[in-house]
């Protein structure tokens, strides 16, 4: 499947087709940029930083504030609900954060993954976006927007020593938001 300049690995698992991989385009306009790269510790301040090419060089989908990410999935794909994130736990079954984790070593100890299903899943963490523009970014899991809304605000999936949805608010407060990888679910 290809989208913005990059061909997506996918896989089925079960009765859904998964991107293989977390998103890697952009969502800039002219040099407004909101995406974030894993490792790169700061926002992108260009076009030319934002291209799927420059997270694609760390392997590394990119992390995306909450309204960024609902529009992010190619055509013919769409973020998955909350739903179809509990359908593909309960396919795969126990150990669901062993066999969704991508096997190599940026997981670190005793959380590395067999990628048992190809979802090839990478600890890309998350990112914390001050109004002053710092930035913090946690790593060891991996957090995956969805589409469903919860009571206190949009619901995200953690991957980490285990697999969870949450729920939360795109902006943790009035003076911070939040920024996730965004995989998407075939139609």
């Known amino acids: 499947m290809s989208s913005g300049g990059y061909t997506y690995k996918t896989v089925r698992i079960g009765c859904q087709t998964w991107m293989a991989e977390d998103i890697r385009g ?7 940029c909101t995406g974030l790269c894993f490792g790169t510790g700061s926002l992108c301040i260009s076009a030319d930083e934002c291209k799927p090419s420059y997270c694609a060089q760390r392997g590394y989908g990119g992390l995306y504030e909450e309204n960024a990410a609902i529009g992010l999935c190619p055509s013919g794909w769409h973020l998955p609900s909350e739903a179809e994130w509990i359908t593909l736990m ?4 126990s150990n669901v954060e062993k066999k969704l984790k991508a096997n190599n070593t ?9 990628d048992s299903y190809g979802f090839s899943a990478l ?8 109004q002053y523009g710092s930035i913090w970014i946690e790593g060891g899991l991996v957090g995956w927007w969805t589409s469903s809304i919860g009571a206190r605000g949009r619901k995200v999936v953690i991957l ?8 939360l608010s795109g902006a943790t407060t009035d ?4 920024m996730f990888a965004v995989r998407c679910v075939k139609d």
């Open 26 to 32: 952009n969502t800039c306009s002219g040099s407004n």
């Open 90 to 93: 309960n396919y795969v079954g």
């Open 106 to 114: 940026d997981w670190g100890f005793r959380l590395e993954g067999t």
């Open 123 to 130: 600890p890309t963490g998350y990112a914390r976006i001050s």
């Open 160 to 167: 980490s020593t285990d697999m969870s949805i949450r729920e």
């Open 175 to 178: 003076a911070e938001f939040v």
